[in-house]
C-alpha cells in the first residue's frame, strides 16, 4: 500500500435501488418512511425518497476499504451530509466515489472522499483516517 | 420551538449491553455494499488476526441509534423528530467492532447551537466494550429544522 499525495487511489460506481434502502432500513434500524415512501416524503416537502445517509456514509468508505484490504485499519471516519441522493423508484440512483491520498505521514494516510451523485456532491468533509502500522 | 439549550451537557444513563452478532454484521455489511472477506468470513478474519468477522466501519450507528433515541425522548429537549435531519457524522476508533464484542454507549451532548432558525445538536457516544475499554466514540449533529 504505497501512496503518494494526492494520489487517487480508487474510484468506483455503485447503483442504489428502492431494494437498496429497504435492506439497509432492515440492518441499521433507520426505518424512518421518507426513504422508502413517496408519498411521506413529499407530504414533508422533499423532492422524492432519499437515500439514507448514514448508507451513503458506509459504502462511500468501501473503495478504500478495499484498497487498504482491511476495515479495521479505519481509525476515524467523518462526513458532513450536504445534499440528499433520490433514489427514483425505477431507474434508482448512481453515486460515484473518488478516494484521493489528502495527507500522508509514517503512520497513517488521510484519504479524501469526493461523492458525487447526479454532478453534485453530496458529502462534505469526507475523511478516513488509516492506519499504516 | 427551540432544543432547550439547557442540553449541552448532559449525560445520559449507559444503554443496555449490546451483543454484536456474527449474522448482524454480515447483514449490516450487504446493505452497506462491503465485500471484503474480513467482514464475512472467520477465517479470513482470523488469519488477520481478529477474533472474529470485523464491521464495517460505520456499523456503530446500529448502537449509536439508542442512544438518539434517548435523547429524542428526553421530555424537556424540545426536539421535533420530524424536523431532524442528519448534519455531520464521525467514528472515532481505538480498535475496531468484532462479532462476539458486548458494547455499551454513553450518550453526552456536547454543544446545542442555533443557525438561522435551526438548532444544531451535536452528541458524542462513548462506546466500550465489557472490559470497559473504549472502542470507538460516535460524534453526530442533528439539525432541527425551524419554521420556514
Redesign the interface.
Known amino acids: 500500500m504505497i501512496a503518494e499525495l494526492g494520489e487517487i487511489v480508487a474510484e468506483k460506481t ?1 447503483r442504489l435501488t428502492r431494494d ?1 434502502l429497504v ?2 432500513a ?5 426505518f424512518n418512511p421518507i426513504h422508502y415512501r413517496d408519498d411521506v416524503a413529499e407530504s ?1 416537502g422533499l423532492p422524492g425518497v432519499l437515500a439514507h ?3 451513503t ?3 462511500a ?2 473503495p478504500v ?2 484498497w487498504i ?4 485499519k ?8 450536504t445534499r440528499p441522493v433520490v433514489v427514483d423508484r425505477a431507474d434508482g440512483a448512481e453515486v460515484t466515489v473518488v478516494a484521493k491520498v489528502g495527507a500522508l505521514t509514517d503512520a497513517e494516510i488521510r484519504i479524501d472522499l469526493t461523492v458525487t451523485f447526479a454532478d453534485q456532491t453530496v458529502l462534505g ?1 469526507a475523511q ?1 483516517r488509516v492506519s499504516l502500522a | 420551538m427551540p432544543v432547550n439549550p439547557e442540553l449541552q451537557g448532559r449525560v445520559f444513563a449507559p444503554t443496555a449491553p449490546y451483543l454484536v452478532g456474527r449474522e ?1 454484521i454480515r ?2 455489511s ?7 472477506p ?2 464475512n468470513d472467520p477465517d479470513a478474519a482470523k488469519a ?1 488476526g ?1 477474533a472474529d468477522i ?5 456499523f456503530p ?2 448502537i449509536q ?1 439508542s442512544t438518539l433515541a434517548q435523547l429524542l425522548a428526553e421530555p424537556d429537549a424540545g426536539i421535533d423528530f ?1 424536523r431532524v ?9 481505538t ?2 467492532i468484532v462479532a462476539g464484542d458486548e458494547l455499551t454507549a454513553t450518550l453526552a451532548v456536547t454543544a446545542i447551537k442555533s443557525l438561522g432558525g435551526h438548532s444544531m445538536v451535536t452528541s458524542e457516544s462513548t462506546i466500550t466494550d465489557q472490559t470497559g475499554a473504549h472502542v470507538v466514540t460516535a ?1 453526530s449533529t442533528l439539525v432541527v429544522r425551524g419554521d420556514e
Not at chain 1, 26 to 30: E, V
Not at chain 1, 69 to 72: K, N
Request: glycine share 10%.
Open positions: 455503485y437498496s435492506r439497509y432492515g440492518a441499521s434500524g433507520d414533508v445517509g448514514m448508507l456514509m458506509g459504502f468508505v468501501q476499504v478495499d484490504g482491511d476495515s479495521g479505519i481509525l476515524d471516519y467523518q462526513v458532513r451530509f468533509k478516513a | 448482524k447483514e449490516f450487504r446493505a452497506v455494499l462491503a465485500t471484503s474480513l467482514n488477520a481478529y470485523v464491521a464495517p466501519p460505520t450507528i446500529v441509534e420530524t435531519v442528519h448534519g455531520d457524522q464521525r467514528f472515532s476508533y480498535r475496531p460524534i
